[in-house]
Nanobody, 125 residues
């Protein structure tokens, strides 16, 4: 499975962006994967942002709850991350990931087998 993330850019605080991640080579199994977004800011560790499980349930880091929405389109093998009210602290490289994960394990990057190349988000104040 190959993941291609896109949609990053440079915005001002308060603006919105939508990230997309398209999976190829999933051969009809995309719907069985949990799909997640992680991010890595300069000088920081990679952190969980949001995920959507195979049933369509979304999970969020506390720092993005109420501002970000994760969704998936199984027909298009795509997962989205709608980011509203962006803050300078949201600036990072955002990575999408696919794996088999449920509920409590969905937050852990060790559950994800496939990773995209990342898309850069910069937010100016």
């Amino acid at each position: 499975v190959q993941l291609q993330a896109s949609g990053g850019g440079s915005v001002q605080a308060g603006d919105s962006l939508r990230l997309n991640c398209v999976a190829s080579g999933a051969w009809g199994t995309f719907r069985t994967y949990a799909m997640a977004w992680f991010r890595r800011a300069p000088g920081k560790d990679r952190e969980f942002v949001a995920a959507v499980d195979s049933s369509g349930t979304g999970y969020y880091a506390d720092s993005v709850k109420g501002r970000f929405t994760v969704s998936r389109d199984n027909a298009e093998n795509t997962v989205y991350l709608q980011m509203n009210s962006l803050k300078p602290e949201d600036a990072a490289i955002y990575y999408c990931a696919a794996g088999i994960a449920y509920r409590y394990s969905i937050y852990s990057d060790s559950q994800y087998l496939y990773w995209g190349q990342g898309t850069l988000v910069t937010v100016s104040s």
